[in-house]
């Protein structure tokens, strides 16, 4: 192949460069270099030429409009002289006619006078001659207006006041006379006994006009009309020669598409001049430039693959009349170098004439030849495919004949190989096969379609499974898998389904039971609801009951510890007697505890009743601990316990600052307590994670670790040897995990026994992280 290209390369640059040569379509010889350029010209300005065309023609309608407007307005002014002139000199005229005869006294004389005068020179009747007295009235008037003897000619013309005193020096004045446009003129008797009146209709004066305008407007129209008719028919044609031209060259196109879409070409073969044409795409296939030229028979020649035909001979047999048609498939070469696949058909037009002459087509065949490979090649894995899978395979077409089958379907039917030849009936083959010991056939949802599934047991006791379906060409295709073994297990299976069903049976035993357990379940939580809403409301009760009691009972103690103060302080004298002293000091002492005590009661019952409110607040830690470490200062010297304070600088807390005191005082007060002799106290200040800590740790006795959980709730307390010397409600530190939550912080205690106790209170720093 690589020898060929280089044989042929030369002679493929040369039908290149031959067939590269392209001359303008149209034209040919010595017209087309005469004629070329001023075609060209043409073609160049025939739009323009086109377009101008009614611009022409419109330009052409005005300026004939524009002239003969100017010739009819011109008309019309001649006319108005014309006509004033007239009126002018009648008016003159009848007066020195009336001056020089003798008949201004007789009204029929000066009738007659009238009537010559209006017959005679160029007045006609088109014009009205009228001679008034001296006090207006008409005495004699032509005989188109007869109808205005006796009256006041001033009361005739509107707007002619000028003519009746001027006379003729007002000159000829356009009045109104019934409603219409009237020329008139007068002229004063030179007795002074009355005047000469001369008067035109204008509609009289202009009716030639009109008639005139009327005339040629309708000319105008005719024409105007018959140039646009004309001027329609012209761009129609042009239109229809437009779309004559549009419809050749789509019908070109769509030949040349539809020759490139079908990889084809048309050529024609000249055999008497030995020239051949091809169409455009022709060239596309093989990728030359497209000639309108003829090619030479040894160009064409020349692109021939040597080893698929001879053009020579083949020309030789044409001429010779051994062959009217071709048909052959060969190899052309292409632009690039490479070989297209070709199948030319073509047929001599006329075998009786003297001169051969064939018309065909070329067709790219390269895909179609690549494609059969290919599919020899499918067919060939296909069929290496079915031979090698495990079920048996057999392909009937749609005449019932066999097309083909593996060796698994001929060892498990019987057949041997002379058997199975393609294009067997089915009949005969099924024939020749083994007899089944049992066949049944299946449910099949795809039976409606032409399918079927069959179970088969051969002669031999194996079991095949066999599924039947419809190809899309009508044919049949069975496939069939050896079962046996799924045959074997089913017994088994079915032994399994009843052990299966006994065992659903007692679950099923075991699910009503547990049914029976679950509705006792959910009778015992609506009993256990009703006795969580009843200790609620007793929980409320008490509360409220906690909280009335201790506002009756604060009333009188705070007497009780008045009174003691004032027996302590000896405002009214002396007790008289040391133990009366002593008696009062234990009274104010047992008051105070008690008030405390209550206060604390008080407080937990509105806590727990939801009645303490919050009042939050910017609060400055440092100083609020030292107020509360003064309050406790008393009793942590009688026991000289040191109180120690690690705050850091600038710690602000937004929270109550009444509740956070207390919860400080509470925690320091239990922790003075429970610390012996020459204790130690150590608070802690700090933030950690947007929230305050704050702890609290001594060496006191600590509390047993079973002891913790029980610490925090109302009434609470750690019995041990060191608790029994101090007594307490157990309210403190209930009171303090309390409002410790209701800031949204948690209150947590460490202890050791023996070692001492910390107790930390973390509390949000901002009010938004407190609310979430």
Known sequence: MAEADARSAPETGSFARRSGRRNPPGLSGNARVLAAPAYQRLIAAEPF??????????????????????SMIAWR??????????????????????????????????QRLVDNAGAMGPFGLRYVLAVTDAEMKVVAISSSSSGWNGRDLDHIIVGGQPLFL???????????????????????????????AALASKDVVFAEWRRMVSLNVTLFVITSGV?????????SQASRAQTADRIYEQAHQRIDLAL?????????????????YWSRSMYDLLGYETSEEMLSFGEVAAIIHPEDADLFDLANQIVSRKIDHIDRVFRMQHALGHWVWMRARAQ????????????????????????????????????????????????WDAEDRLVMCNTKFQEQMGLAEA???????????QRRMKPFALERKLANPNGRDGGATFERQLADGRWLQVNQSRTRDGGTVSVGADITLLKQNQEKLVDSERRLMATIHDLSLARRAEEERALEMSELNRKYMRETERAEAASRAKSEFLANMSHELRTPLNAIIGFSELMQSNLFGKLGSDRYEEYARDIHSAGTYLLGVINDILDMSKIEAGQFALQREEIDLDALMAEAIRVISVQADAKAISVETRIAASTVLHADRRAIKQIVINLLSNAVKFTGQNGHIVVHARKVAGALVLSIEDNGCGIPKDALKKLGRPFEQVQNQFS????????????????????????????????????????????MQAAA
């Open 724 to 767: 029994k010397n101090h007594t307490g409600s157990g309210l403190g530190l209930a009171i303090s995990r309390s409002l410790t939550e209701m800031h949204g912080g948690v209150l947590k205690i460490k202890s050791e026994e023996g070692k001492g106790t910390i107790v930390s209170v973390r509390i949000p720093v901002s009010q």
């Open 419 to 429: 058997d199975v030849a393609p294009g067997l009936e089915r009949e005969d083959l």
């Open 227 to 235: 140039l646009i008719i004309i001027l329609y028919a012209y761009f």
């Open 348 to 395: 001599v037009i006329d075998p009786e004439a003297s001169e051969i002459h064939l018309i065909g087509i070329a067709v790219d065949i390269t895909e179609q030849r690549k494609l059969a490979r290919e599919s020899e090649m499918a067919d060939m894995r296909l069929r290496t495919a079915i031979e090698n899978i495990s079920e048996s395979f057999v392909l």
């Open 77 to 110: 002014d001649d006319i108005d002289r014309t006509g004033r002139m007239i009126l002018a000199l009648g008016a003159a005229q009848l007066a020195a006619s009336l001056q020089s005869s003798a008949s201004e006294g007789d009204p029929a004389a000066l």
């Open 166 to 196: 001027f006379g003729a020096r007002a000159g000829v004045l356009d009045v109104t006379i019934d409603g219409e446009e009237w020329y008139a003129v007068t002229s004063a008797l030179a007795s002074g006994s009355g005047m000469t």
């Open 49 to 70: 030429l086109r377009r101008s065309i009614p611009t022409l023609i419109i330009v052409f309608l005005i300026v004939i409009a524009a002239a003969r407007t100017v």
């Open 260 to 276: 490139v879409r079908g990889r084809c070409g048309l050529w024609d073969w000249d055999m008497g001049r030995g020239r051949m």
